[in-house]
């Protein structure tokens, strides 16, 4: 049963610390995404990854958020320092291709204190 | 910036009745749209997605239909269950960039 894994499910951090979240996408999909969701703004896209180079990055505030795909396997999310705004739960997708079926994580519960 | 409304914002019905859940988007240059169920505490799981170039998908009790030139998607559930019961999201997906844009969702409740 393919899915999408993300790693950590919950994460309690203090303002300043940096923060890492992992993602397997499915195995064969070529395009990664990562979105963020809260009560006030709902999903909204931060990055998203063809064949493992970042096509689009401007949903990100670039100067504490990195995203990166060291292989095929592997997405992360990386928050430096992490503020209690960026309190929210985390979604990574995967897809086939661009304009294809998006299959979402379970997400990153992220609580900054 | 694509603008996605999702109206009702939330919905009760009793088992049986049949659902339609409506959409709308501002820019009407798409190259699908999706729609997606999303249950408390969960990820989002994709139920139909819909060509640009299509008017309609069906999948089992669900039916999506597209209007792009005007805007709007309708999702309908038919005979709906106590299963039925979660918050469901349209996305239309960029014909520039493929970005989806998502709704805020309408939430739905069915009574057994």
């Known amino acids: 049963d393919a899915r999408v894994t993300q790693t950590p499910r919950h994460k309690v951090t203090e303002m300043g610390q940096e923060v890492t979240m992992r993602c397997q996408p499915i195995?064969?999909?070529?395009?990664v995404f990562w979105y963020r969701q809260t009560m006030m703004q709902g999903l909204e896209l931060l990055a998203y990854?063809?064949?493992?180079?970042?096509?689009?990055d401007s949903g990100m505030p670039k100067d504490r958020f990195s995203a990166e795909m060291p292989d095929a396997t592997l997405a992360t999310l990386k928050i430096q320092p992490s503020e209690p705004r960026d309190s929210a739960v985390y979604f990574c997708?995967?897809?086939?291709?661009?304009?294809?079926?998006?299959?979402f994580g379970p997400g990153t519960r992220l609580t900054v204190l | 910036k694509q603008e996605v409304t999702q109206i009702p914002a939330a919905l009760s019905v009793p088992e049986g009745e049949n659902l339609v859940l409506n959409c709308s988007f501002t820019d009407s240059a798409i190259y699908n749209l999706q729609w997606f169920r999303q249950d408390p505490g969960k990820g989002l799981t994709s139920l139909l997605l819909?060509?640009?170039?299509?008017r309609e998908q069906t999948s089992g009790r669900l039916n999506a239909s597209l209007d792009k030139s005007s805007g709007r998607s309708t999702l309908y559930i038919a005979a709906s269950q106590p299963g039925d019961s979660a918050t469901y999201l349209c996305a239309p997906g960029s014909s520039n960039d493929y970005k989806l844009s998502f709704g805020a969702g309408t939430t739905v409740t069915v009574r057994a």
């Open positions: 990854f063809r064949n493992r180079a970042p096509l689009d």
């Open positions: 819909i060509q640009s170039s299509q």
């Open positions: 997708a995967s897809g086939l291709d661009v304009g294809t079926t998006q299959f």
């Open positions: 195995l064969g999909h070529n395009t």
